[in-house]
């Protein structure tokens, strides 16, 4: 079956430095899955932060980005310069052709030092 | 807009014991319903999804069961709650992409 993995359970970096957040997927569908990066700001829902559903393409949203590489069959979640407000859980996810299921990695715990 | 609510927000049940947790969604008609399951530490895994009223396809096999009775309402439960049901249980609907409810976190001791 469909499979993500994010090597980082936690992460902690310092305020105004980058992130990079790996995430690699294995998709036994025909054709490219659609990517996702998702969520959990502390005391809140989970919510969608940036998707990509073409092979080649970025995505971005509050100053995170993440390229869909299909050779590489990975999905890094980047950021030039983290704010404290970036603290949260960060889920790597991939729904196949039929759409209706979305497979999550483990998450990743971004704590931002100020 | 649309809203998501699930009920309750937290439980704490014994082994033995029933359940039954709820998910409601306004402001979209025939929507496709999720259910997850996050075990401490673990993955967020789809459990069981819908697409109309009546009928639930289960994807991973826990010894839960959901029901669609309502267009806006899906229903997740069991009648002998295990240890290994303890987690984060969020309830999501799709509209393209999926979005979430609040969730419910179940301990059970």
């Known amino acids: 079956g469909d499979s993500v993995t994010q090597t980082e359970g936690q992460v902690t970096v310092s305020e105004s430095k980058s992130l990079i957040i790996n995430c690699t997927y294995s998709a036994t569908s025909i054709g490219y899955p659609n990517l996702f990066w998702y969520v959990r700001y502390p005391g809140e829902g989970l919510q969608l932060l940036l998707k990509v559903i073409t092979a080649g393409q970025k995505g971005s949203s509050r100053g995170f980005e993440a390229t869909y590489n299909k050779e590489a069959t990975s999905f890094h979640l980047q950021k030039a310069s983290v704010q404290e407000s970036d603290s949260a859980v960060y889920y790597c996810a991939l729904n196949n052709n039929a759409g209706a299921k979305l497979t999550f990695g483990g998450g990743t715990r971004l704590t931002v030092r100020p | 807009a649309q809203t998501i609510h699930q009920w309750p927000v937290a439980e704490i049940k014994a082994v033995g014991s029933p359940l039954s947790l709820g998910c409601t969604i306004k402001g979209k008609s025939s929507p496709n319903l999720y259910w997850y399951w996050q075990a401490t530490g673990g993955t967020l895994q789809q459990l069981f999804y819908?697409?109309?009223?009546?009928?639930v396809e289960s994807v991973v096999q826990l010894n839960l069961s959901a029901s669609r009775p309502k267009d806006d309402q899906f229903i997740l439960s069991t009648e002998k709650l295990l240890l290994s049901h303890s987690g984060f249980y969020l309830c999501?609907?799709?509209?393209?992409?999926?979005?979430f409810g609040p969730g419910t976190r179940l301990t059970v001791l």
């Open positions: 819908s697409i109309t009223v009546g009928q």
């Open positions: 999501a609907w799709s509209q393209g992409e999926q979005y």
